[in-house]
């Protein structure tokens, strides 16, 4: 018995019964394939790129010993077991920005003319005061300040990655 004015928050669906549910297919998760080959791929790219992390690490060491000498070869003892698991995760880190790189079409300049144009067009507009009255009337002078303060606190970092210190130099 259904009152009047009555109304269902669900659709109402029809009941499962063993003949129903065998009947359904089986749902597929992460995978484009059969099989499950995708994964496989996955795996073994995976363990390529740890091979070749591996044996650039290797090479990178032992240049480390010879050019640095008993300071390299500290260095390269210092960080002990963490350095296979360091390694491998800078080896992932480098093919994801790779492919990054090529699905964003990012490319370098190509010729000195890009920079010069690049620095020319910032400098022609900070020193134009009509640009300046136009970025506040339109209120992208928020943005402007926003990418110089980022601009400011890149150039600290480096100060302080420059210095080995996070306050002053050590005169020592």
Do not use: H
Request: net charge positive; glycine share 8%.
């Amino acid at each position: 018995m259904v009152r009047p004015g009555f109304r269902l928050s669900q659709p109402l669906r029809a009941r499962r019964t063993p003949q129903n549910i065998s009947r359904q297919q089986p749902s597929r998760f992460a995978s484009s394939t059969p099989g499950g080959s995708t994964s496989e791929s996955a795996q073994k790219k995976a363990e390529e790129a740890f091979a070749t992390a591996q044996k650039y690490a290797c090479q990178a060491v032992e240049t480390g010993k010879k050019f640095l000498g008993p300071v390299g070869e500290k260095a390269g003892n210092l960080l002990g077991s963490y350095r296979q698991p360091l390694l491998y995760n800078l080896s992932v880190a480098r093919e994801f920005l790779k492919q990054v790189y090529v699905a964003e079409r990012l490319q370098p300049p190509t010729s000195l003319n890009a920079f010069t144009s690049a620095y020319a067009q910032i400098w022609s507009r900070a020193s134009n005061p009509q640009f300046w009255r136009e970025a506040v009337r339109s209120g992208d002078i928020a943005k402007l300040s926003l990418y110089a303060v980022e601009a400011y606190g890149i150039f600290k970092i480096g100060e302080i990655i420059g210095r080995r210190s996070l306050v002053g130099y050590k005169l020592d």
